[in-house]
């Protein structure tokens, strides 16, 4: 049981950081982009790269989120901007062909065996049953803080209030004299710099494969969409809660109804993404349906 | 033909229709008018299966529509347009015509792979029946042009085109007149009247006082959801609270001069 | 060199049907399927598995038609609720599921080995013959999906997907079942899917999970756009130049000296750099959707 406490926090705190981002972007840009989680592919194998130009693990975290947030401004500006403007169908195609388009470019320049970053080794903490690692308490604690932080950036600040007012309304922002390019650009890099941040701390924890993004896309789509778009705090909640039921599906024994002992196999495990995924936009879409267009 | 019996919608706090009832009998021409915002839109919504309304009903030549999808309602005979006619720029004119009409045959996978020369007659008849209210409508020039490269008073004229290619019985104009050019107005006017001869009948919303003193019989003014007169168009001056409703409290001053000179006048 | 040329004609031919289904997605109707190989899927591990207990070809052909034909309206019904973005993302997640299914259940589906030795057809000839016969029976099959497919847009029913493409309201103002005409055209597309998948596991005697990959998917994505999105005569030249384009680049390593791995990078990422490329410079590939000319007057 313990186990799974800890898998759910380790887990929900990547997916969260990851389903935030995407939240942000869809509330002030109505766009799905499938290619935000390579962000995270991208901090992982920036970090590999600073840590192997000799800098230390810090440094290199610190500077591998910043260099994603620009560059993630840099592909709104040159790419997300135009896609756009052929219409949502378009952007969002043209946001898978990025996100291939960067997946291939990490294979060819690191190939796709999976990467370590240089972490000190630290012995395990036995904890009731369960064997946490001190990278894994960091994870859960930066990620909760920086969740946090948000929140907090959103609610108090003047930055926040903009960014309400762009999501609440794409169009009438400009109008109230609101500069929504540079809300837009600034959603970007935040969105993007947590998205490196999720990807960093998942290196440190186990390895970055260019594979590392896609993995997530499910269940941080899943999240998102569960949490009712454009809702942060619903974003982090379905999060754990995702992370929760799929750590639940593999304990259970099914055994109870199927009869005998009757574990799922471990190669289901992001069924439970897929699956809630499916289950809940068919039967629960409220909040991400196609709301009404307003038929003035 | 139809009844709607005290329908509210409430949209996120506020409430768009409060209560309002409205009955169109067959052959009538009604008008629908009232300020911005006063829920015209949203009854057309609720009568065409298009919003579900929250409390109310809608009955149908004699039938229970609410709640119905709109392709249901629609094929009861009551047909819609939009006040944004938004029509596609990838078809064109005659092909939007014939997606109005009803090709029962050519419209299923099975027969439109097998019996390939009745799905063609079915087709021919359609192509001469839009031709006929293409030159009605004067867009018959434009036939290949594309729907929505047109003026926006053009594409309200085919998207009325469009709707009177299934033959409706009922039929439900939402600001027919925004946009079009004003010497139009007044032959789409005598179109909708003939229309009216033929048996069609007619629910308008419309901003134009003349062109509702034009068209209908009988006009509701709704005013924030709710039914507060109805008489006929002439008589509206004589309502002091649909002036106060105008003049009072709308939003938009261009309504307020219009019905400054329209209905004062 | 006949036989190469003949192996990349069967491929051709085979992704022109994937093509084809998608561009009646995408194209005509607006559905963002990014699920597609779940069908492609579905027909071909009909007919490989049913091969393995030495069941006619053709039966395996009707089974997976018949399965995929009911996941694709199944799935065109879920669209009914869906913004358009979460329907795309709702069939990538079920063709993953697809291929989860694929990848665990070892005794159905050979799990992570797959099922190899799908006999062909024409199984009596020599090589080369062989090859040719093949390729006549795939370009026969080419030939009625480019028929079915032109008929159906060219016709009332693709004129309403097409307005349900570009304003479901309006088509449904006028009567049409906006639902029905997804879940119709959804069904068709994955029978015409599962049919190539049929003809995939058979030319190459093989299906396993790995080609159950999203990027399967995604190589007919850039087939349909840069052929024309919504033009049916485009997904076929498409396919055509993609399949050359994406066969062309195995020999990178003969040009480049690259590890394996760097090579199979490179070639998805040419893929991706010619869709990207095509969305942002020619959004509306070579041969564009037609504005179709007003019929003549009797
Ligand atoms: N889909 C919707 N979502 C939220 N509010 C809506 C929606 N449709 C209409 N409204 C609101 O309902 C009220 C009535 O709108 P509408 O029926 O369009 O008025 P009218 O057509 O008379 O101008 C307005 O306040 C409008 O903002
Ligand atoms: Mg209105």
Partial sequence: MVEVLVDTAVRGSIIALLAVGLTLIQGTLRFANVAHVEFATLGGYSAVALTGAGLGLLLSSALGVALVAVLAVVLYRLLFRRLLRSGPMIALIGSLALAI?????????????????????????????????????????????????????????????????????????????????????????????????????????????????????????????????????????????????????????????????????????????????????????????????RRG | MLVVEGIKKHFAGIAALDGASIEVRAGESVGLVGPNGSGKSTALNCCSGFERPDAGRVLLLGKDVTGKEPWDVAKLGLVRTFQHANLPTKMSVMDLMLAGGHLVRGETIRHSLVSWKRVREEEADAVDKAWSILERIKLDKLAGHPGGKLSGGQQKLLSLGMALMGDPKILMLDEPTAGVNPSLRVELAEHLRKLQTEGVTLLTVEHDMRFISDVCDRVYVLDRGAIIASCAPAELSDHPEVLEAYLGRSGSRAVVESADRRTLS | MVEYLLGVGILAAVYAINALSLNLQVGVTGLLNFGQVAFVGIGAYSVAILDSHDVPWIVGFLVGAVLAGAAGALVGRLGRTLASDYWAIATLALAELVRLVALNQDGFTGGAQGLSAVSGIWTGMSTTAREAATFATIVVVLGIAYLVARRVRNGQYGRVLVLIRENPDLAASLRHNVVSAKVRVMALSAVMASVCGGFYAMYISFIGPGQLLPFATFLIFTMVVVGGLGNTTGAVVGAVLITVLYDGTRFVRDWIDVSADQAAGIRILVIGVVLLGFLLVRTEGLVPEKVKAAHARR
């Avoid at chain 1, 169009?171 to 490196?196: K, P, Q």
Wanted: aromatic residues 6%.
């Fill in chain 1, 101 to 293: 388009v960067i997946r291939a470019t990490l294979q060819l320049l690191y190939g796709s065996r999976p990467r370590y970053l240089p972490t000190p080794l630290e012995r395990g903490i036995d904890f009731h049953g369960a064997l946490i690692t001190p990278s894994q308490i960091r994870l859960v604690c930066i990620s909760l803080g920086l969740l946090a932080l948000l929140a907090l950036v959103l609610k108090f600040t003047s930055l926040g209030r903009a960014v309400r007012a762009v999501a609440a309304n794409p169009e009438l922002a400009d109008v109230s004299g609101l500069n929504r390019g540079r809300v837009v650009d600034i959603v970007w890099m935040l969105s993007a710099g947590l998205a490196a941040v999720s990807g960093i701390l998942l290196s440190i924890d186990s390895a970055v494969g260019i594979e590392l993004g896609f993995n997530l896309l499910l269940p941080v789509f899943a999240a998102a969409i569960v949490g009712g778009l454009g809702s942060i705090a619903g974003a982090v909640i379905a999060a754990y809660a995702l992370a929760c039921a799929e750590s639940l599906v593999l304990q259970i024994d099914w055994g109870a109804i199927v009869g005998g002992t009757h574990h799922l196999e471990v190669g289901y495990r992001p069924a439970v993404g897929f699956a809630l995924l499916v289950v809940m936009l068919a039967f629960r879409p409220q909040g991400l349906m196609g709301r009404a267009v």
